[in-house]
């Protein structure tokens, strides 16, 4: 059997067997050479390499021994396949821009905004929970307007969507300098736009950005109920994807669980890849904790750490601040770091972030925040959707997070009756099981009320 038609049967049947974004983003990339001894000889493109070749090579090997029907092994070697967009000359694995923007780097730039230096992609630990967001990330900074436009990175707080989104910042600085590249939180994208407002000087505003090539919005969540910058920002993302210049954007959630956001603005933010981030594994929230002691300079025994990684599962904001307060405790008490001490301080501190802290108005505020509907709505009877799905989860919150009975809780949310509550509660289990959104309006939630 000819190698194209083994290949493109291979493809359809990988892409079955694949999530989408992960075949869009590697297999469709892959070259096949030739066929010989019944081995087949890929090529992979440069920078998505071979760290996910190890990972999907058995089920390559198992589509094409199906699609050549005999027993197929698979050699690949990675190089520039010509489908790869732009590989970086003569790079290896993942090749990587130098951290940093060196200062005189900067100044060649149009107003080069502020990056953390720590958000590159060096120091981005990758993982299963977040191995995608990685890849789609690397790709655009590698080709911004060409791979994938936009691109929507979205997952729960801490989890390291500000971090990858700078990182492509870097790596476009450092590899395309002529490119001009903005970041912008939309917090500061609205304040701009109202100062430029007042001072009636909206079109300026606009062409502020539009003089930009590449375009990070941070956090785009914050856009709910802004008719006015919802609006801007629908010209300038408009202006963008017809120019084929890159926009990459982050947000705690999928833009369709974006209260108030137009329609419009939700078809075209999911025109590009949507990529999540989830919560860290053990294996990856380990390897975080010994890079941050790698550029710490203190010494801390291995067992500690794992203490720390095993006790700390929420976010990677937490785990090192954790760590963060595991070093300063020792510090100013000079003591060495030892797994006991360890444990002592993280007692002190997970205590305080135990549940039963939060009180039932908090959650319910913070859930009328998040999806965007009335407080009173939370509590009262009406049975519009928009309005029983966060009232379940309010009520959910309120049995987890606090120490009230069934009853006292259908007290606080208008009066209703201890089985209401929970039915709501294992409603929202089941629900759990099935939507990932749910799961991550919640844990979002969580995040803000611990
Ligand atoms: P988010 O924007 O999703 O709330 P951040 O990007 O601010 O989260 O990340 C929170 C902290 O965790 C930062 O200090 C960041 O450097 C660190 N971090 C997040 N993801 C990773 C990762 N994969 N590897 C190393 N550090 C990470
Ligand atoms: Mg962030």
Known sequence: MP??????????LLEKKMNRPAFELFMKRIVPVSLSDNTLYLKVPGALSMNYL?????????ASSEAAGTRVSVIASHGDTGAAPEPSPGAAHFPLPPAAAAPHQKQRRRGTPFLNPKYTFENFVVGSSNRLCHAA???????????YNPLFIYGGVGLGKTHVMQAIGHYIINTKPHLNLDYVTTDAFIHEMMNFVQEGKLL????KYLRSDVLLIDDIQFVQGREGTQ???FQIFNSFYESKKQIVITCDRLPKDIPTLEDRLVSRLNWGLIADIKPPDFETRLV???????????AIPEEALELIASTV?????DLEGTLNRVIAHASLSSREITTSLTREIINDIVPLKAPL????????????????????????????????????IAMFLAREMTDRTLSQIGKEFGNKDHSSVLYSCEKIERELQRDSSVQLAIDNIKSRLI
């Open 137 to 147: 990330s690397l790709s655009v900074a590698e080709a911004p307007g060409k791979s």
């Open 313 to 317: 599962k929420s976010n990677i904001r």
């Open 288 to 298: 975080i904790l010994k890079k941050n002691v790698e550029n710490s300079a203190v």
């Open 3 to 12: 190698l194209e038609s083994v290949w493109k049967k291979t493809l359809s």
């Open 231 to 233: 609006y801007e920002f």
């Open 357 to 392: 802290t939060s009180n039932i108005q908090s959650i319910i505020n913070e859930v009328s925040v998040y999806f965007g509907v009335e407080p009173e709505d939370l509590i009262g009877r009406r049975r519009k959707r928009e309005i029983v799905m966060p009232r379940m």
């Open 54 to 62: 190890d990972e999907y090579k058995s089920l390559i090997e198992d």
């Open 204 to 207: 300026d505003f606009r062409n």
